[in-house]
């Protein structure tokens, strides 16, 4: 079975430390994404990755940046993050089928 | 640029109706992909179905449907037979042929006994 999974599923940060959040599919696909979601809002894209080390920017790159060293696994790292980072990040692989397929997220705190 | 607009932000009916929701799109791109996600209580996003721009043919999968009306850049979702279980938020998205992949802010569904 296809499946994108997401680590960790919880994490409660300080303002200012650094977060990792990591992504993972084992079905070689080569675009994937990272995407933000807030209470009551739709998601929006933060980062698509077209294969290793071929990443481009979403709407709200802003604070985050991505890395792609292989291709079964998409990081998101926040660099001394900041408490308006608080949110739901979803990772997503884009299936042969043209439908991406998503993870279950990682919900973020940042006290 | 890219944008998807669901305007009904909530729809309640009974169950074993029909309900649609709405959705309208725009873009430069000339071929597109549409797509209808389901997000249950869980937080799970669950592709439902799709519609290739280029295909006339309104899809079709299970007691899910579309009407794709490409003049007026619009893709409904229809769901017949509703079932409790079919409460969720409904997400509109379309992909572009940059791989940009865009949302709606999503329609929440109540389906009542």
């Known amino acids: 079975d296809m499946k994108v999974t997401q680590m960790p599923r919880y994490l409660i940060k300080r303002m200012g430390e650094n977060v990792l959040l990591e992504c993972g599919q084992d079905m070689s696909h080569e675009t994937m994404y990272w995407y933000r979601q807030d209470p009551g809002l739709g998601l929006q894209l933060i980062y698509i990755s077209y294969d290793v080390d071929s990443n481009s920017e979403g709407d709200i790159p802003k604070g985050y940046r991505v890395s792609r060293k292989k291709r079964e696994h998409f990081s998101l790292i926040l660099d001394s993050a900041k408490t308006n980072q608080t949110s739901v990040y979803f990772c997503?692989?884009?299936?042969?089928?043209?439908?991406?397929?998503f993870g279950e997220g990682t919900r973020l705190s940042v006290l | 640029a890219q944008k998807v607009t669901q305007t009904q932000t909530s729809i309640s009916v009974m169950e074993k109706t029909t309900v649609t929701m709405d959705c309208v799109y725009e873009?430069?791109?000339?071929?597109?992909?549409l797509f209808w996600y389901k997000q249950t209580a869980s937080g799970e996003i669950v592709f439902l179905i799709r519609q290739d721009s280029y295909k006339k043919e309104n899809a079709t999968v299970g007691h899910y449907s579309l009407n794709f009306q490409k003049p007026k850049s619009s893709i409904g979702l229809i769901i017949t037979a509703t079932q409790i279980e079919d409460s969720a938020v409904y997400f509109c998205a379309m992909r572009v042929n940059t791989g940009k992949l865009t949302f709606g802010d999503g329609t929440v569904l109540t389906v009542k006994p």
């Open positions: 873009t430069q791109d000339s071929s597109y992909f």
């Open positions: 997503a692989s884009l299936t042969y089928n043209q439908a991406p397929l």
